[in-house]
Structure formats: C-alpha cells, structure tokens
C-alpha cells in the first residue's frame, strides 16, 4: 500500500535547506505533495511578499525529482483540507511548528523534521540585500 506525504513551505529564495526537507520528506512515503504558500498567504504570515512569484516557485518546486505533486496553499486554516483532499499518510513540517499540527493525528502521522542549521530564506534575503 502506497503512502502519500504531504508537506508546505513558502519555498522563496530556494536554498538546500528546502532541498533537504523536501528529500527527508519524500523518504517517508511513496508519492509527495507539496502546498506552496501563496503570495497573500506568504504576506500575511512573514510581513512580504515573496522575492520570487507564487508561479515561479510552484514550478521550481514542481521540477524537483522527490516532488509528485504541487498545489498553491491559500489558507493555513485548511490543512485538514488539504491532508484530507490528497489522501496524505503523512504530515511533514519544520520542528519550528513542533506541536502546533498535533491535531492532525487523528488524520494522518505528524513528523517534525528539523531545520537545516544556519540557513534560512530571510537570513539569505537580508545577506543579499546588505541589511546585516
């Protein structure tokens, strides 16, 4: 029997930080969904909007060889829906969210994966931008 695991990330700025979550993602199942937050989603959340358009990361994210398939993630009050929609196995998230998906257990097996140490999408935007 095929599992199905899905994950989210806003995926900006893509860096082998996001590679390695997206690789330990896929290892724990058989097919990978992956919800890339929208712009608004993204500007809600973090105060930006992305340096890099929701289509441009959908199709970077969609040409990775672990990722089966993606979808523009409008909302993070419907994961239910989303984990529900796609059938998934298995929820993964960042160890920064540690406990705040635990509801989903019910759902599905929630993994917290940690983060890559010392790297970060907003760390490397303000590197570039000269602001640290």
């Given at each position: 029997m095929s599992r199905t695991v899905i994950t989210f990330g806003t995926f900006d700025v893509f860096h082998v930080g996001h590679l390695r979550v997206i690789e330990r993602a896929a290892a724990l199942g058989d097919r990978l969904v992956v919800g890339v937050s929208?712009?608004?989603?993204?500007?809600?959340?973090?105060?930006?909007v992305p340096v890099f358009s929701q289509a441009e990361r959908l199709a970077i994210v969609a040409a990775l060889k672990p990722v089966d398939e993606v979808f523009v993630e409008e909302s993070l009050e419907l994961k239910r829906d989303y984990i529900q929609q796609f059938g998934a196995d298995v929820l993964v998230m960042g160890d920064?969210?540690?406990?705040?998906?635990?509801?989903?257990k019910e759902l599905c097996e929630v993994v917290y994966l940690p983060r890559t140490p010392a790297i970060s999408?907003?760390?490397?935007?303000?590197?570039?931008?000269g602001t640290v």
């Open positions: 929208a712009d608004a989603l993204n500007e809600r959340k973090k105060g930006r920064d969210w540690a406990g705040r998906f635990d509801e989903f999408t907003t760390a490397l935007i303000e590197k570039i931008s």
